[in-house]
């Protein structure tokens, strides 16, 4: 049990396009999904965090234009990168948790890189 | 301040060896949850086990065991009899009761076993 998709989980874009990164839970309801960034070698950074059907609580320096969230359900959040650039290329991982439940369980993440 | 402190950058480990991975933490709250987590150089991160303040006895699950030290604020992952699968990045983290289940991650520790 316990299982988090994430989709895409590699994409190659142009500077200038957005980019959008689905999140699932797949056999339970998410109360609340994360979003994670993480460089190579490094730790994972928070970037967000979204409770279904309301706003996205960003981290501070995490611009909130640029990274859309939404939690449109109890099994799906969205991370689109608007007007992406080089230096948004990293890796991004989502996290979920179900109400009730203590653990955080982490999608497989999507590779961003922008040309 | 860094809330999770993970001092080993990299360890190597004899395959059917112990290994003991370091995880000290800081925080005021009486109630919290320690966590480790692997990721593999696929990018996943997988959720191995998890302590809580208030439990008495160590967690362990399988192979894994966290040496939970609350005076010293420590909480340790222990490795039972290395396989070569077990060569990956290890994090630590936390959650903070009031922290609206943020996890703080360490900068984790890198393990390679050898055949």
């Known amino acids: 049990g316990a299982v988090v998709s994430q989709h895409p989980s590699w994409v190659i874009c142009k500077s200038g396009t957005s980019v959008k990164i689905e999140c699932r839970s797949l056999d339970f309801q998410a109360t609340t999904m994360f979003w994670y960034r993480q460089f190579p070698k490094q730790s994972l950074m928070l970037m967000a965090t979204?409770?279904?059907?309301?706003?996205?609580?960003?981290e501070q320096g995490v611009e909130k234009d640029k990274f859309l969230i939404n939690h449109a359900s109890l099994t799906l959040s969205t991370l689109t990168v608007t007007s992406a650039h080089p230096e948004d290329s990293s890796f991004y991982i989502c996290?979920?948790?179900?109400?009730?439940?203590?653990?955080?369980?982490f999608g497989p993440g999507t590779r961003l890189l922008v040309l | 301040a860094q809330k999770i402190t993970q001092t080993q950058p990299g360890m190597f480990v004899q395959e059917k060896e112990a290994v003991t991975l370091d995880c000290t933490y800081d925080?005021?709250?009486?109630?919290?949850?320690l966590f480790w987590y692997k990721q593999p150089s696929s990018g996943e991160m997988i959720f191995l086990i998890y302590q809580g303040s208030y439990d008495e006895q160590n967690a362990t699950e399988g192979r894994y065991s966290l040496n939970f030290q609350k005076a010293r604020k420590s909480a340790n992952l222990v490795i039972s009899a290395s396989q070569l699968g077990d060569s990956a990045m290890y994090f630590c983290?936390?959650?903070?009761?009031?922290?609206?289940?943020?996890?703080?991650f360490g900068a984790g520790t890198t393990v390679t076993v050898r055949a």
């Open positions: 925080t005021s709250d009486q109630s919290y949850g």
């Open positions: 979204s409770n279904e059907g309301s706003k996205a609580t960003y």
């Open positions: 996290s979920a948790r179900g109400q009730g439940l203590e653990t955080q369980y």
């Open positions: 983290a936390m959650r903070e009761f009031y922290n609206d289940y943020k996890l703080s």
